[in-house]
């Protein structure tokens, strides 16, 4: 009796086998708040155009399309270039700082001059200054220029002389361009002497 229970097991269990089983299904915890919102599409890229500009904007589009003539850009005078590299390069071998002051000892005003100097003040030097302001304001001209002991040219006078040696450039460039298009007009007009055949 044991043996026929025994094959009866096992012939359950082997129909058992060759029957599908359902699968249990899991059964999720509820979430709270709302639902979850839908996972966006994915955005294509734009299509590259011939025309970005377009006549009439489309409606539908989202994209900002901005037209305008494209422009040159910054650009630097080339006279006030040349103005800095020229001030640049005749400040190139001054001395900077305290050094560039000159030795002014022997000039003080007063009787503890210089060892070996006279005392006082050079008053032919100063009829002479008083001269030449007299005469200058006679003729309306600046007196300023009178008192720089070290003359330099300022950043504003460089660019000056480099725009007035540019236009004396362009100008002789002009001057020759006309002259060589006057002679080729000339040799053009010149009638051509003709050959005679010979006979």
Known sequence: ????LLVAEAMSGQAAADTPQAVPVQHTAPS??????????PVAAP????????????????DIVVCAPKIEGYR?????????????????GRPRGP????????????????MGAG??????AVAAVVTEIGQRLAKGQKVGDIFVTE??????????????????KEAEAAAKAAKAAAQAAAAAAKPQPQTKAAN
């Open 1 to 4: 009796m044991i043996a026929a």
């Open 32 to 41: 709270y708040g709302p639902p979850a919102p839908p996972r966006p599409k």
């Open 47 to 62: 299509k590259p155009t011939a025309d970005r500009c377009p006549r009439a904007p489309d409606p539908d589009s989202k």
């Open 76 to 92: 630097i005078d080339p006279d006030i270039l040349a103005a800095r590299k020229a001030h640049r390069d005749a400040m190139a």
């Open 99 to 114: 050094e560039r002051l000159p030795d002014r000892s022997c000039a003080v005003v007063g009787p503890a001059g210089c």
């Open 119 to 124: 005392a006082g003040v050079n008053l032919m």
């Open 151 to 168: 003359p330099q040219m300022s950043e504003y006078q460089y660019y000056l002389a480099a725009k007035k040696a540019r236009e004396a």
